[in-house]
C-alpha cells in the first residue's frame, strides 16, 4: 500500500475541491464490480485493487438501484477516505453529493458540466468523450478530467462507441491541457501500446474483474504506467 | 382552465417549500407521457392534461437519459410555473433541484428521505407505498405526501407489486396524516369505487394517455374527484 503518500497528496477538507495535483497523480483508474460480481464480496474486490495500487475507484453500477448504490456507496466512502484514495460516483450527482465523494463522471447523456457545477462547486467532474471535438467542449466547459476511449476493442459497454484512434490518443498531451485517462479494452497486453502513445493513465474494469489475482494485476498494470 | 386560483394555492418564492395546502388541493395528478408518446408532442399532451384540470405534472421517463430528462424537464418547469401547476420529478434528486422542481417523488428502492431531505430543503417529497407499514415509516421520515398503490391492475409497472385493498384505502383518511394519492389502474371505469372508498387523490396515466381526447379525460376524471 502506498495509501500514506497518496493521502498527502489527496487531502482535503469538507467542501472543498481536491486540488488537481490529486488527478495529476492518478495512474491506475478502477472501479466497483459492477456485472463482473459473481458472488464475490464486493468491498473485497476493491479493497484488492488499492492493495494493488488504484489511485481512484469509481462507483459503477450500472444494474443497482439507488438504495443499493448508496449503501455500497457509504462503505466505498468509508474505505477509499482511510486508504487516501480519490472515491468518484458515476452519473448520480445527487448520490456523489450525499455520499461526499470527491467527484461524479458523466457521459455525453448525463446533465451537462453548466448544470451540474453549481450543485457539484468543488469536486471533481470528469467527461467521457470519444472525439477530438468532445475532448475540446468537455475542457472549455471546466471539466477536471476527461475520460477517452474505447480505446480498444472491449465487452463492458453494449452502446458502443467507434474506437478512438491512436493517432488521436498520441495527440492528446499536446492538446489537452487537463488529466485524461485512456478507456476501453485497457489490460496487461494492451498497456503497453498505450504507454507508447504517451498515455499514462488507464481505466480498466474486466482485466482486472476477470484476473486470477486481483491485487496482483493491479500491481502489474500500475507499474506499466508509471 | 383554473390556472388563476391555483397559481395562489402554489405560489411561493425561489427555495421556499410549496405549502401543504398546494398538495392538500391536489385532485388529479398527471405525468410526462414516458412510454406512451407514440410519436405526438410531449408538450401538447402535458398542455392537454392542465387544460383539463391536472393539479400536478410528474416529470417521469424511465427510458430518456438524464440529458434529454434534463431538456423535457426545462420546458415542463416553465409550462407548470405559467399554469400555476405543481411540478414533481420522479427518482431523480438532482434533476429536482437542477430543474428548480416544486418536489420529488421517490420509490422504497430509492434513496431514502433522511438522505434526500438535506438536499431538498423545503421542497416536497413523495414516497411510493404498498402497505401501511411502508404509509407509516413515510410519515415518520417526514413524507410530504404518498402515493398508494397499485390499487387496481395496471399495465404500467412491470415490477408488479400485490393489489393494495380497497379495506386500507378506506382506513388511510383515519390513519395517514398527510396526503395520498391512489395509484395503479386508476381510470374513469374504476374512479368512482376509489371515490367510495373516500379517497379523492388520483395519480393516472395510462387512462390518459391513451384517451381520444385528453383534456376531456382529465376533466371527466377530475369532476369524479372533488
Redesign the interface.
Known amino acids: 500500500m502506498k495509501g500514506g503518500s497518496r493521502k498527502a497528496e489527496g487531502e482535503k477538507t469538507q467542501g472543498e475541491r481536491v486540488p488537481r495535483s490529486a488527478l495529476t497523480n492518478v495512474h491506475l483508474y478502477c472501479f466497483s464490480p459492477g456485472g463482473f460480481l459473481r458472488g464475490r464480496d464486493p468491498m473485497e474486490i476493491v479493497s484488492a485493487q488499492i492493495r494493488g495500487g488504484a489511485d481512484v475507484i469509481q462507483l459503477r453500477e450500472k444494474d443497482m438501484?439507488?438504495?443499493?448504490k448508496?449503501e455500497l456507496g457509504l462503505k466505498l466512502r468509508e474505505l477509499t477516505e482511510r486508504e487516501g484514495v480519490l472515491f468518484i460516483v458515476n452519473?448520480?450527482?445527487?448520490?456523489a453529493?450525499?455520499l461526499d465523494a470527491d467527484g461524479v463522471h458523466l457521459g455525453?447523456?448525463?446533465?451537462?458540466i453548466r448544470?451540474?457545477r453549481?450543485?457539484l462547486k468543488e469536486k471533481i467532474i470528469g467527461i467521457s468523450t470519444h472525439s477530438l471535438e468532445q475532448v475540446e467542449t468537455a475542457v472549455k466547459e471546466g471539466a477536471d478530467y476527461v475520460g477517452i476511449g474505447p480505446v480498444f476493442e472491449t465487452a463492458t459497454k453494449s452502446d458502443r462507441e467507434p474506437l478512438i484512434g491512436f493517432d488521436l490518443l498520441s495527440k492528446m498531451r499536446h492538446v489537452c491541457s487537463i488529466p485524461y485517462v485512456a478507456i476501453g479494452g485497457i489490460g496487461k497486453d494492451t498497456i503497453g501500446s498505450l504507454v507508447e502513445a504517451g498515455c499514462h493513465r488507464a481505466a480498466v474494469i474486466s482485466d482486472i474483474m476477470l484476473a486470477p489475482d486481483i491485487e496482483k494485476r493491479c500491481n502489474e498494470l500500475r507499474r506499466s504506467l508509471v
Open positions: 438501484s439507488r438504495r443499493a448508496l452519473d448520480d450527482i445527487d448520490l453529493i450525499i455525453q447523456e448525463d446533465i451537462p448544470f451540474a453549481p450543485l
